[in-house]
């Protein structure tokens, strides 16, 4: 019986074969373009100082310690001449808080009709604009307040158009909103934050103007009161060879009069000292001091408290060996002070958290190494 069976699946394969052979118009890409694993790991120490004006006490923490912050596998390639795919699985998490799919960042189709033209449907970045954002994770050493509370990546559609000469994109997109992670009656547990019903509205422009690149994006985010955080974002950038710098101007807006009250300035200046070195100094004020946010019980901003306000700064390194382009190592001495105001405008307290951080990034290209090996 089982060399019946046997004798069957080969028949079966060689018709598929020869099935496959007589298609000559058929285009085969590569299922893979990309199998890989990232990692990293840091030794953090960190000091921070509290002040509370109501005991008027100071409190201070001095944890420390080495911690694995991302394990990350990535998978992507081509299906025909028409569709892609690409698929990035965080495998670090925290059990008991996140559903599984909430450690996926990617798992999206893309179609494309031609050149100028793609859709695409899966889980994905929301499209936001500024270059802070539009960094992989693993890649941003030490970041802004927006950027630790941002839940970017969500189930969406998409269309884009770019232009014949790549140097710009316009995307339209409609996804899942940010909101579904805060507040009251937004699903019956892990996994089921989409049946919130909140919904993002995201117009996303990316352009190229020689040494100069913008990634700019309008968006709206439903929150829980099914009102919306209109949100501005403007990525600028000049690239040379040896430095670049980026400014991100990023606008909320929780009402109509809420223009200069609740935005974020964001600031990155690095410098190629060799091919192998980078030396970068990284800047970030962010405030909201919406009255909006201050008449409801609940935080209308999912990404800064009402009356909160946040200066972070600091300079790092990242060594990217020219001996093994995999690995880099890095570090970087970073502050951030938070002031905290009432409605009127007293301060309530201040926190002043100083970081010092060593770690090594590394990745294992195994599409690369099995290519090298001709298997």
């Known amino acids: ?34 199998i890989r694993l990232e990692a990293r790991a840091d030794f953090d120490y960190m000091h921070t100082e509290m002040w509370d004006t109501l005991t008027n006490q100071t409190t201070t923490d001095n944890p420390y310690g080495f911690h694995g912050r991302y394990f990350n596998f990535i998978a992507g390639g081509n299906l025909n001449d028409k569709f892609s795919y690409f698929f990035r699985q965080r495998i670090i998490a925290q059990p008991g808080h996140v559903s599984l799919f909430d450690n996926t960042d990617f798992l999206y189709l893309n179609y ?5 033209w793609m859709f695409r449907l899966g889980k994905d970045a929301l499209a936001i604009g500024g ?10 050493l030490f970041s802004t307040n927006y950027w ?6 969500q189930p969406a559609i998409a269309a884009a158009f770019k232009t014949n000469d790549g140097n710009h994109m316009l995307l339209a997109q409609i996804g899942n909103s ?29 352009g190229k103007f020689g040494h100069f690149s913008t990634l700019y994006s309008v968006n709206m985010f439903e929150r829980p009161d099914h009102g919306y955080m209109n949100y501005i974002a403007l990525g ?41 070195l980078n030396i970068f100094a990284k800047g970030a004020y962010e405030q ?36 093994c ?48 090996r001709g298997l």
């Open 325 to 372: 382009k995999d690995v880099r190592l890095h570090g970087f001495v970073a502050n951030r002070n938070t002031r905290v105001e009432d409605a009127n405008g007293v301060k309530m307290s201040t926190t002043n958290t100083l970081t010092a951080n060593i770690g090594i990034t590394w990745h294992m290209n195994i599409h690369r190494m099995f290519m090298e």
């Open 112 to 116: 494309n009709p031609n050149q100028n």
């Open 148 to 153: 630790d509370n941002i839940y970017c990546f």
């Open 1 to 34: 019986m089982k060399t019946k069976r046997l004798s069957r699946v080969l028949l079966l394969t060689l018709m598929l074969f020869a099935a496959l052979g007589s298609q000559a118009q058929v285009v085969f890409s590569p299922v893979f373009t990309q």
């Open 236 to 276: 600028n950038k000049l690239t040379y060879e040896r430095w670049d710098i980026y400014v991100d101007l990023i606008h909320h807006a929780l009402a109509a009069d809420d223009w200069g009250k609740d935005f974020a300035i964001v600031s990155c200046l690095n410098a190629h000292v060799t091919d192998d």
């Open 178 to 206: 940010p909101y579904v992670h805060y507040g009251a009656n937004l699903g019956t547990g892990l996994g089921a934050e989409w049946r919130s019903g909140l919904l993002s509205y995201n117009l996303f422009w990316s």
């Open 288 to 323: 909201n001091h919406s009255a909006e946010d201050f008449n409801t019980v609940a935080d209308l901003d999912c990404l800064v408290g009402a009356g909160n306000s946040h200066a972070t700064y600091g300079i790092g390194f990242e060594y990217i060996p020219s001996f």
């Open 131 to 140: 270059f802070e954002y539009d960094a992989p994770p693993i890649d941003v």
